[in-house]
């Protein structure tokens, strides 16, 4: 996304570290250190930046089957090195600079208007939901998108075990701070800590996903690990990552980019390629790792899950 405040020192693209030196840097490393045996297996694959997450073994899961494709899935190794995470740089290549995310201990807090609230630990909430696999499209306001299968749990069971009260509304989602650690949060001209909402309504939309994992692994930390939500009908930036809070409440959230420049993005955010974006049109996509451009559907294609949570909302502008 670009920002209002570009500052002369923020790194075009291109200048970021290529993805292919960054990996031909690592296989070096890892053959090095293993020695000439472990050269072959450092070649033979990309390494996994999960390979060390205590929940590795929760995965795969079973892929829940009700959520097909219209194309194929992204590779990996472009959606692992293709990612918005502005606390790590505002650009594309921030894969290297996640890795220093500390993802355990991790807690989630849960509080606001609920009957009781509380700090859940990251891995008694990977034992306690259901985990399954989702095939899912996600769609960037910056009109790239991919294809990806996410595992996690639908997020209208994490609202159960909350319990709001009668007077809930919205739920606040809240990302760490820690700007030692992700130098993204020293630029002090971002209204940190990134934050997002959605009514409840939408939170317990069946589509509504909390995700802990991606391509039958645990969540490389660039996507957001060690949960994010994933709400495939709007635009990207409302699937917020690596959170730490969950407040119920009964006031609509200010979202990170809503503060930032509220006229370009809103509370809604659903995909609509009828409604241009100041500086996106909306009609057509790239599918990420492709050449290929495809048409933007309403909702990106989620029309029959969703349309009806929008019924007879007039005054609300829901497409940006
Ligand atoms: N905390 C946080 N969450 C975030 C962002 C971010 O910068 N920080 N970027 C958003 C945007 S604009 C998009 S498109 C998606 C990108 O997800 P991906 O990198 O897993 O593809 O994450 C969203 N969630
Ligand atoms: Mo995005």
Redesign the pocket.
């Given at each position: 996304?670009n920002i209002i405040h570009k500052k002369s020192w923020s790194l075009p693209e291109s200048s970021a570290t290529p993805e292919d030196v960054f990996w031909n840097r690592r296989r070096f490393l890892t053959g090095m250190a293993g020695g000439g045996l472990a050269l072959g297996a450092a070649l033979s694959s990309r390494p996994s930046f999960a390979e060390t997450d205590p929940s590795a073994h929760l995965y795969p899961v079973d892929r829940n089957p009700a959520y097909e494709l219209d194309r194929p899935l992204t590779d990996e190794g472009i959606?692992s090195t293709y990612?918005?995470?502005?606390?790590f740089g505002s650009h594309k290549q921030i894969a290297k600079a996640a890795q220093k995310l500390q993802i355990r201990p991790w807690t989630v807090a849960i509080d606001g208007l609920v009957d009781k609230p509380q700090t859940l630990d990251i891995d008694d909430i990977l034992a306690k939901m259901p985990l399954e696999e989702r095939l899912y499209r996600?769609r960037?306001?910056e009109a790239w998108s991919?294809a990806v299968p996410w595992s996690g749990f639908p997020l209208a069971e994490l609202v159960k075990l909350a319990s709001p009260t009668a007077d809930a509304k919205y739920i606040r989602f809240e990302?760490f701070k820690n700007p030692e650690v992700a130098s993204g949060q020293r630029q002090s001209w971002y209204p940190w800590p990134?934050v997002e909402g959605l009514t409840l309504a939408e939170a317990t939309n069946e589509l509504a996903f909390m995700a802990t994992g991606i391509y039958g692994k645990p969540l490389a930390k660039?996507?957001?690990a060690p949960i994010r939500l994933v709400v495939p009908w709007k635009y990207?930036?409302k699937?917020?990552?690596?959170i730490v809070k969950i407040t119920f409440t009964d006031q609509r959230p200010v979202s990170f980019w809503e503060e930032i420049q509220g006229s370009e993005y809103g509370f809604w955010a659903n995909v609509n390629p009828s409604v241009p974006h100041p500086r996106w049109p909306q009609a057509s996509e790239r599918l990420l790792g492709t050449d290929e451009r495809r048409n933007t559907l309403l909702y990106n294609g989620y029309e029959a899950q969703v349309a009806h949570l929008y019924k007879g909302m007039t005054g609300e502008r829901l497409f940006m």
């Amino acid at each position: 996304m670009n920002i209002i405040h570009k500052k002369s020192w923020s790194l075009p693209e291109s200048s970021a570290t290529p993805e292919d030196v960054f990996w031909n840097r690592r296989r070096f490393l890892t053959g090095m250190a293993g020695g000439g045996l472990a050269l072959g297996a450092a070649l033979s694959s990309r390494p996994s930046f999960a390979e060390t997450d205590p929940s590795a073994h929760l995965y795969p899961v079973d892929r829940n089957p009700a959520y097909e494709l219209d194309r194929p899935l992204t590779d990996e190794g472009i959606a692992s090195t293709y990612n918005n995470f502005y606390e790590f740089g505002s650009h594309k290549q921030i894969a290297k600079a996640a890795q220093k995310l500390q993802i355990r201990p991790w807690t989630v807090a849960i509080d606001g208007l609920v009957d009781k609230p509380q700090t859940l630990d990251i891995d008694d909430i990977l034992a306690k939901m259901p985990l399954e696999e989702r095939l899912y499209r996600h769609r960037c306001v910056e009109a790239w998108s991919m294809a990806v299968p996410w595992s996690g749990f639908p997020l209208a069971e994490l609202v159960k075990l909350a319990s709001p009260t009668a007077d809930a509304k919205y739920i606040r989602f809240e990302t760490f701070k820690n700007p030692e650690v992700a130098s993204g949060q020293r630029q002090s001209w971002y209204p940190w800590p990134y934050v997002e909402g959605l009514t409840l309504a939408e939170a317990t939309n069946e589509l509504a996903f909390m995700a802990t994992g991606i391509y039958g692994k645990p969540l490389a930390k660039q996507f957001g690990a060690p949960i994010r939500l994933v709400v495939p009908w709007k635009y990207g930036f409302k699937s917020i990552k690596s959170i730490v809070k969950i407040t119920f409440t009964d006031q609509r959230p200010v979202s990170f980019w809503e503060e930032i420049q509220g006229s370009e993005y809103g509370f809604w955010a659903n995909v609509n390629p009828s409604v241009p974006h100041p500086r996106w049109p909306q009609a057509s996509e790239r599918l990420l790792g492709t050449d290929e451009r495809r048409n933007t559907l309403l909702y990106n294609g989620y029309e029959a899950q969703v349309a009806h949570l929008y019924k007879g909302m007039t005054g609300e502008r829901l497409f940006m």
